[in-house]
């Protein structure tokens, strides 16, 4: 019976990857207008909103990412120079454990790390000057999403444990192609093949694919 059970979720985390891998490639016919795109998802969990995303580092994407060092070891520099991470600030981490604490357990233990991979390093440096570098979940959706003008983008929803992960591709209103495709393709399945997050604290304590931690990769960023 167990091992029937693990074969049942090994078939089932193949077909997800197969589905996802293909994703990036049908990208292209997901993009929208940033009006019409699909922002992250809050439910019925309002105080939510108020819970904040700071900027990550280009390490910390890594290490989000959980990027073998294989990969890492084959470039002269970091991976990913024109994609923007916000992720749960430490506020966002215990007020979760809090929240979850009050309503007895009613209260979500989920939060949201938030991607944008842009079609150029150009275009990213260009919006990280207009974008805080920390805002409320709530301000997600209005101020870095929909205010972003001129502007498509192609959505990517991902669910790991206690982490939601979003995944937007942009690019300029009417552009024909994504140049970061690879790059996409590649973030796109490192999600995928990410380990459930089982707690927040992890996220800053526990070792293991279950925090968000980079082994002896320092080496990279010199």
């Known amino acids: 019976m167990a091992e029937e059970k693990k074969k049942h979720k090994h078939i089932k985390h193949k077909e997800k990857k197969d589905k996802v891998g293909g994703a990036a490639a049908a990208a292209e016919a997901s993009f929208k207008p940033c009006g019409d795109v699909k922002g992250?998802?809050?439910g019925g969990q309002f105080i939510v909103k108020s819970?904040?995303?700071?900027?990550?580092s280009p390490l910390e994407l890594l290490r989000l990412l959980d990027i073998p060092p294989s990969f890492l070891s084959e470039l002269q520099s970091l991976p990913f120079p024109s994609?923007?991470?916000?992720?749960p600030t430490s506020f966002t981490i215990l007020a979760h454990q809090a929240w979850h604490t009050l309503t007895l357990g009613l209260g979500t233990k989920?939060?949201?790390v938030v991607l944008f991979v842009f079609e150029s390093e150009a275009m990213k440096a260009a919006v990280d000057q207009l974008w805080p570098a920390m805002?409320?979940?709530?301000?997600?959706n209005k101020k870095l999403i929909r205010g972003l003008t001129g502007s498509e983008m192609a959505r990517f929803k991902f669910r790991k444990g206690c982490l939601t992960i979003y995944v937007y591709a942009v690019r300029r209103l009417g552009a024909a192609g994504f140049v970061r495709a690879d790059d996409l393709r590649r973030i796109l399945q490192a999600v995928v093949e990410l380990k459930d997050f089982l707690d927040h604290t992890a996220m800053l304590a526990m070792p293991s694919q279950r925090s968000i931690t980079l082994q002896s990769r320092g080496t990279v960023a010199q």
Not at 51 to 56: G, L
Not at 83 to 87: E, H
């Open 40 to 42: 992250i998802r809050f």
């Open 51 to 56: 819970f904040t995303v700071r900027r990550a």
């Open 83 to 87: 994609t923007t991470a916000y992720m």
């Open 110 to 112: 989920k939060s949201k």
């Open 135 to 140: 805002i409320p979940l709530g301000d997600v």
